[in-house]
């Protein structure tokens, strides 16, 4: 494919940076399949299962038939230029899909006909939620036994709680579904043997007729200049009603949704043609920085790139970039403005997953990889160092799962420190610290299967003989009982000035009726000045240094409100130390004289048995103090959602396998934290 360089901001309105967001097993990486195939990047299907897909390159990725790491792939359709990054379907990897979805435009959320909406549908579809990443709907796999477009739409409406609009139905050839019908174009599109466009047939017409005026009645409803065609002429053209979608997809407030079978190839065209027209360009997004630093999508602006993925290879450190605005070359040095640092930009690299094609320039609107920057982080900003700009990261996601990993070798310790420094850099989910009591190395990530790839990627790629202990949780501690009035005074003299500080504060839960909550919350009720607004900001400092550890087994402390009442100052002796000081040691007694209680980390837990498994799965539950919470019957199978504390679920899919002769499959997202017994 020929790469362009010379990229005017008229150009970048044909640009379409997207994601594709699901389930596990969704069929996400089948529709970038596909969609490569279709463009002209692939010229053979890549299969899941016969480990030939492009995006799933990495060789764990193929053992275990799932995408664990997020992979971009650029191509072009119809004048525009896409990129897309196929993104992780399982819990564990959410912070790949979190780093993703930072720098995207948009994004096509896939369901699963039969399933509708699942655990992770619903995870990934809040996260584009608080990113304000515009959606389409894909409800694949409409060829399934089962398969119901109408409830797949219907749970997309209860769970997830768009306007989700259908601008496709379903066109079936006796039982077997063949393809679909455009509502907006008003054309019947097929995919019996090869792709082939035709008039709506007779037998559907009322149908669609029905289903195209519920269309335009709800983009009247919702955009202006739809509803004055409509009320003049009781109708829309296509042309209208394709640009008020588009400006209602931009704005969040509608979905569309269309169908196919990626598989067998039906609806792909169409689907490429929906995210032409409703996704949005790097132009309809809002600028990013703030106030006078703000940088529009213009090659013209000064330099503003975000660094959303780091990987290691063979060949060196690929640092991977959305470029906002401005122009980057080969050979530019930038300021990566956190650290404060300069970098050189030694290659530009336009990505195809595992391949690479080196180009000059990387411009507003871009998704590329550098060569070059040695210690730059994910989250970090990339600019101009004339022209300084600092950009929001990623939000982290807090790991909840650790395991001691130790070398058989005592020659290999220094290897497997770097190791494990190299794998927190790439995947900043995973963190590394040694236990002060036990001296262990402690690798902590967001699941069992987390915790597994990364371990494998030290065996593999490092060539590390590494021993893993049983997995530990993290657990927390909370106040369930706090104290009022509790009084501090710090007094340190060690030869000229001291440290003088006295505070009087409250402990109270973060919320009374739900013991769980997490979070820390400071505020300060002192008047008249007895302890200025400095000394306040160093006290509420000293209090999350004491979160740090907790009075009952040394677990970090959450769910804590902590006011401050009153205090007083020394006229020569007080500082912001001292106050911060006091703040630290007073929360830490004050914790010690409350009712405190351990938290653990729940996930909710949804498994899929045969309907003569569901007993035996209904008691192991039980066993590992699990509370059902709801139980749905579809073809020959139940689907059981229950609440389970994470530590109970370590060893779960061997003893799922053994209860359901290995018919039974399951998956877990968090679910906050609840008090242990």
């Not at 193929?62 to 004048?79: K, L, M, N, P, Q």
């Not at 507003?364 to 982080?377: E, Q, S």
Request: glycine share 10%; aromatic share 6%.
């Amino acid at each position: 494919m020929t790469v362009r360089t010379n990229v005017s901001r008229q150009d970048l309105a044909v640009v379409r940076n997207l994601g594709i967001l699901a389930h596990v097993d969704a069929g996400k990486t089948t529709v970038t399949e596909r969609m490569l195939f279709l463009t002209g990047i692939t010229h053979k299907r890549g299969e899941v299962h016969d480990g030939t897909t492009v995006t799933d390159f990495d060789p764990q990725e193929r053992d275990r038939g799932i995408t664990i790491f997020a992979a971009a792939v650029s191509c072009e359709w119809a004048g525009h230029r896409f990129t897309v990054i196929d993104t992780p379907g399982h819990v564990d990897f959410s912070d790949e899909v979190e780093r993703s979805l930072r720098v995207l435009d948009g994004a096509v959320a896939v369901f699963d006909a039969v399933a509708g909406v699942e655990p992770q549908s619903e995870s990934v579809w809040r996260r584009a939620d608080r990113y304000g990443v515009p959606r389409i709907a894909f409800v694949n796999k409409m060829d399934r036994a089962g398969a119901d477009l109408a409830a797949a739409v219907a749970s997309i409406r209860a769970r997830l709680h768009p306007v989700p609009l259908l601008v496709q139905l379903p066109v079936f050839a006796g039982a077997d579904f063949a393809g679909v019908v455009d509502l907006v174009r008003l054309r019947e599109l097929r995919w019996e043997n090869g792709f082939a466009e035709g008039p709506i047939p007779a037998d559907l017409a009322d149908p669609v007729a029905q289903a195209r005026r519920e269309l335009e009645e709800a983009v009247a409803e919702r955009s202006t200049a739809a509803l004055e065609e409509f009320v003049e002429h009781s109708a829309l053209s296509a042309d209208t009603l394709t640009a008020a979608l588009r400006e209602l997809t931009l704005f969040g407030e509608v979905v569309p949704v269309l169908c196919g079978a990626a598989y067998r190839d039906i609806g792909i065209e169409p689907l490429l043609d929906a995210v032409a027209a409703y996704l949005p360009s790097p132009l309809d997004r809002p600028a990013v920085g703030s106030g006078d630093g703000a940088r529009a999508a213009d090659p013209a602006e000064p330099l503003a790139a975000l660094a959303f993925k780091v990987h290691a290879t063979p060949t060196g450190r690929l640092t991977f970039v959305r470029v906002y605005s401005g122009v980057l070359r080969k050979g530019d040095v930038v300021l990566d403005a956190g650290a404060g640092r300069r970098e050189r930009i030694a290659r530009i690299l336009r990505v195809q997953a595992d391949r690479h094609a080196e180009v000059e320039v990387a411009q507003a609107g871009d998704i590329v990889a550098l060569v070059g920057p040695k210690a730059m982080r994910v989250g970090a900003t990339l600019c101009a160092p004339e022209a300084p700009v600092l950009l929001e990261p990623p939000a982290p996601t807090e790991p909840v799962v650790s395991v001691a990993v130790e070398v058989k070798s005592g020659a290999d310790l220094e290897k497997l420190a770097v190791a494990l420094a190299r794998l927190a850099e790439e995947d900043p989910s995973l963190t590394v610290r040694t236990d002060p009591e036990t001296g262990q190395t402690l690798l902590a990530g967001l699941g069992e299967l987390h915790l597994e790839v990364a371990v494998e990627k030290l065996r593999r790629d490092r060539g590390l003989a590494v021993t893993v202990g049983r997995p530990q949780v993290a657990y927390r501690e909370t106040v369930v009982r706090g104290v009022r009035g509790f009084t501090y005074r710090h007094a340190k003299q060690d030869g000229g000035s001291g440290q003088w500080a006295h505070i009087v504060f409250d402990v109270r839960p973060l919320n009374e009726s739900e013991p769980g909550a997490t979070g820390f919350e400071f505020e300060s009720t002192v008047v008249g000045g007895r302890v200025p607004a400095e000394f306040v900001r160093a006290v509420e400092a000293g209090c999350r240094d004491a979160l740090a550890e907790g009075p009952l087994a040394g677990h970090p402390v959450t769910g804590v409100r902590v006011t401050l009442t009153d205090g007083a100052t020394h006229s020569k002796d007080s500082s912001e130390l001292a106050f911060r000081t006091a703040g630290r040691l007073g929360l830490r007694e004050a914790l010690r004289a409350s009712v405190m209680a351990v938290l653990e980390p729940l996930a909710e837990l949804t498994v899929t048995v045969p309907e003569d498994g569901v007993g035996g799965v209904l008691g192991d539950l039980a066993a590992r103090r699990g509370r059902v919470t709801g139980s749905v019957a579809r073809t020959g199978t139940v689907v059981v959602t229950a609440t389970v504390p994470l530590a109970e679920l370590f060893g779960y899919a061997t003893r799922l396998r053994s209860r359901t002769q290995g018919r039974g499959t399951f998956t877990t997202r968090p679910l906050g934290y609840a008090l242990a017994p």
